[in-house]
């Protein structure tokens, strides 16, 4: 079966190659000057990327690896906010953050991602901002303001880009100031009282060879969702009277963010460059990921109802919840980037960066006008160090390029635990209070090295591999319950555990440049995710420190054929990825949700799995004023094996990946029509999803059922300024990005309706 797919894939990619070279002008064209990837007379642009961590970078057409790159005039031509947004823009990409947690995202590429806010455990696809791998989540979701461009790598990240990764990575690249001095400014105003205020300054300060930028990032919001008194109440063993439990009722998801942004860049000389990356991060927010409640037709009953009467009939975006809970960030990070040119054409890049992290919160986690369970403020901090430097060298001036590195981080984390859970309503409320807690100090090593060899002038074979070692040292106390009052006398007792894993990641690629404009590549990639402590273990009479055994490491060997083409004088690029990945040794975070109690967490090597798929980006400009572009993902994700008993299911080999949708397809067009001296810029698009299931066990009540958004903006453009409107969600689809049960039945995520107008302006 997988030979036969990628033979398929092999035989798509090879059966386009006479037509693609056909189509291929004959004439060769330059890069546009601008890189920019928008409308233009010379075609489409290309954008630099640093997939294959090239100290000056590469055309993104000319890397053989499934990449999808964006620059600023992608990232603002549809209208995106932040990292979430980002998904619609690539194939096989989810970008929620749909879980218990809000502000930390849950990605997923190609079927690998991880759905729990379980702290201890590493992401499967990793976030970099600058060089710098984020090692603790929280602040991650960054603004896409002052980014000089974006990158989605899809795949395992096994050998060059950052920490090793199962599922793949996306760098941000925050754009490096100028000489000449300029003010950016781009601010929007949009329904819920939404306003998003963005500026930049740059410019030499004091000397010609030193360039600095301060960029603030602000945003706030009333909340695009309602909270309700809205539902049916009858008598229960809970609330015998029936008597409606009412609150304050509002608007929930409240934003209040601000960000500082100053950069530094030194040119030291001909040949050395030393820039430095600083933020600073306030959020003064709601809890963002609370939930909305909903009847399904069918499913086990819950305690809101069976014991409370309470059945919810909110519909949409309204909801019926007591507390929207809080999210307070404070979070700061440094980076230095020191390049150094030498003769010969080798460039050494050092990255070091340290970054502190300071979150408290409280989340609702049940969903209803009952306080059944909450996450009752929870402290969290963390610090981390880390220092990459690697060395790119021509070994012969045509045929031989080295690179080669080291790889260092080490973070710190601490969370407190904190539950309230209802024991009885009436007459008066009381509570049981439980509470667990960790720290953990991780250390990662590696080393890497890649060879690409070029036998003839348009054949590249490159070689290479990363050495990894991670060592965890885990100290935690497991969920236990208080005496009280309140969240005192806890009887934490903590256990201690350490432990290490090595790897060694190889990889493969070869790729051809059949003409100027049509490159063919396959290649084979290992990726590692390190093993993980469970760090939501429950007390019980005879626990021990084995009750903290981690999960071990998990693999993925991936196959991968492609085709990336510019045809038509650079009029229509298609790029097209088949792959397939042997999954071994899933890490499954298993949440159990029981109805009347807590979900119950674990994280065991449950599995294995293929994940087979296909990835399609299209995108044709007809005329200059036309642009047309498609995106198609498939994933069709199978376990080969299962270890692990799941309650109601004969055969967990048979469960569908959990959040994972089968079928992505994006569609959108831009179009720039002259005004006078002026243009009128607009955008159409339609982000598709197909349904999915929440839940391990495939629970039909908790299924997502496909969804599209329809988005668009049109914008007046003027030399120094511009003027536009936007709309976001325009059919107003009620969707959600998965749902759950346990007191009841909840679902997290989705947006409404939102519209607004833009303003942008450039000072020099």
């Known amino acids: 079966m997988r030979m036969r797919f990628l033979m398929s894939a092999s035989a798509l990619c090879t059966a386009m190659l006479p037509a693609l070279a056909m189509a291929q002008s004959a004439t060769t064209q330059d890069l546009p000057d601008d890189s920019s990837g928008q409308l233009d007379d010379s075609g489409i642009g290309d954008i630099v990327v640093y997939g294959e961590r090239r100290s000056l970078g590469q055309s993104a057409q000319k890397v053989p ?78 603004s896409t303001f002052d980014l000089e461009s974006v990158e989605v790598l899809r795949g395992p990240q096994g050998v060059l880009f950052g920490r090793n990764a199962t599922g793949g990575a996306i760098s941000l690249r925050t754009r490096r100031p100028q000489r000449d001095f300029q003010v950016l400014a781009d601010v929007s105003y949009g329904n819920f009282n939404t306003l998003t ?39 229960a063993s809970g609330n015998p009277s029936g008597e409606p439990i009412t609150h304050e009722t509002g608007r929930l998801g409240k934003l209040d963010q601000v960000t500082i942004k100053p950069t530094v860049l030194f040119e030291i000389g001909d040949k050395h460059t030393l820039t430095l990356f600083g933020q600073y991060q306030r959020n003064n927010d709601d809890d963002t990921s609370f939930p909305r409640n909903f009847s399904p037709d069918k ?3 819950v305690p809101l109802q069976s014991v409370y009467g309470f059945t919810p009939t909110a519909e949409g975006y309204d909801t019926n919840i007591d507390d929207g809970g809080y999210y307070r960030l404070r979070a700061g990070h440094i980076i230095a980037e020191l390049v150094n040119e030498f003769e010969g054409g080798a460039k050494l890049t050092t990255v070091a960066a340290w970054r502190r992290v300071k979150l408290d919160n409280s ?44 790889f260092y981080l080490n973070y710190d984390m601490y969370l407190q635990e904190n539950r309230r859970i209802l024991s009885a309503a009436v007459p008066t409320e009381t509570f049981n209070y439980i509470q667990g807690a960790f720290d953990q100090d991780v250390k990662a090593l590696a080393a890497f090295v890649n060879v690409d060899w070029r036998p003839t002038d348009r054949l590249t074979i490159s070689l290479g591999g990363r050495f990894s070692k991670d060592t965890k040292d885990f100290n935690g106390a497991p969920l236990t319950l208080c005496g009280g009052p309140g969240l005192t006398d806890c009887g934490q007792t903590f256990y201690r555990v350490k432990k290490s894993w090595t790897d060694f990641s190889p990889r493969a690629v070869v790729n051809y440049q059949a003409t100027d404009g049509v490159m063919v590549y ?68 298993s949440t159990l949700n029981i109805a009347g109690s807590a979900p119950i967490q674990t994280l065991v090597n449950a599995a294995s799995a293929e994940i087979k798929g296909l990835e399609t980006e299209i995108i044709l400009q ?20 299962f270890n692990v008993p799941v309650p109601g299911v004969d055969d967990p080999k048979d469960l569908e990946f959990s959040r994972i949708p089968k079928y992505t397809v994006t569609f959108a067009a831009n179009v720039s029509i002259p ?31 496909g969804y599209g958004l329809l988005n668009a903006n049109l914008t007046y453009v003027a030399d120094n ?44």
């Open 65 to 142: 690896i499934a990449i999808t790159a964006m620059d600023p005039a992608l990232l603002r031509s549809a209208n995106t906010v932040d990292v979430t947004d980002l998904g619609a823009l690539a194939p096989n990409v989810q970008t929620p953050t749909a879980g218990t947690t809000p502000g930390f995202p849950n990605f997923a590429i190609r079927g690998i991602g991880i759905n729990s806010s379980i702290r201890s455990a590493d992401p499967a696809v990793n976030v970099i901002q600058d060089g710098m791998v984020v090692a603790f989540l929280a602040g991650s979701l960054q």
């Open 197 to 235: 205020a963005n500026a930049s300054v740059e410019g030499a300060l004091g000397s010609d060879a030193v360039m600095g930028k301060l960029a603030v990032l602000y945003r706030r919001s009333d909340g695009m969702y309602k909270n309700t008194n809205d539902g049916i109440w009858e008598p």
């Open 299 to 301: 499913g086990a009953a």
């Open 363 to 406: 989340v609702n986690f049940y969903g209803g006008p009952v306080p059944l369970f909450y996450l009752i403020d929870n402290p969290e901090r963390s610090t981390q160090r880390s220092v990459e430097t690697r060395l790119n060298v021509p070994l012969t001036d045509d045929e031989l390029d080295l690179t080669a590195g080291l």
């Open 522 to 589: 396959a290649s084979y990639t290992q990726g590692y995710r390190s093993g993980n402590f469970n760090s939501r273990v429950n007390n019980s009479a005879d626990f021990s420190a084995a009750n903290f055994t981690p999960a071990d490491p998990e693999d993925v060997e991936a196959y991968e054929v492609g085709i990336k083409s510019d045809l038509l004088d650079r009029r229509l690029r298609v790029n097209v990825a088949g792959f397939i990945q042997d999954y071994k040794d899933v890490q499954q975070v």
């Open 622 to 641: 007809p005329v200059r004023p036309l642009r047309l572009q498609a995106n198609f993902g498939y994933t069709d994700a199978k376990f080969k094996s």
């Open 675 to 705: 005004a006078g001296v002026n243009d009128i810029e607009g955008r159409v698009s339609y982000d598709y999803r197909s349904g999915f299931d929440s839940d391990l066990a495939n629970s039909p009540e908790l299924r997502v059922d």
């Open 721 to 764: 300024w511009s003027l536009g409107i936007w709309g976001r969600n325009l059919a107003n689809v009620a969707y959600a990005e998965a749902k759950g049960r346990a007191f009841s039945y909840v679902e997290w995520g989705g947006q409404p309706r939102t519209f607004g107008v833009r303003v942008t302006g450039k000072f020099r």
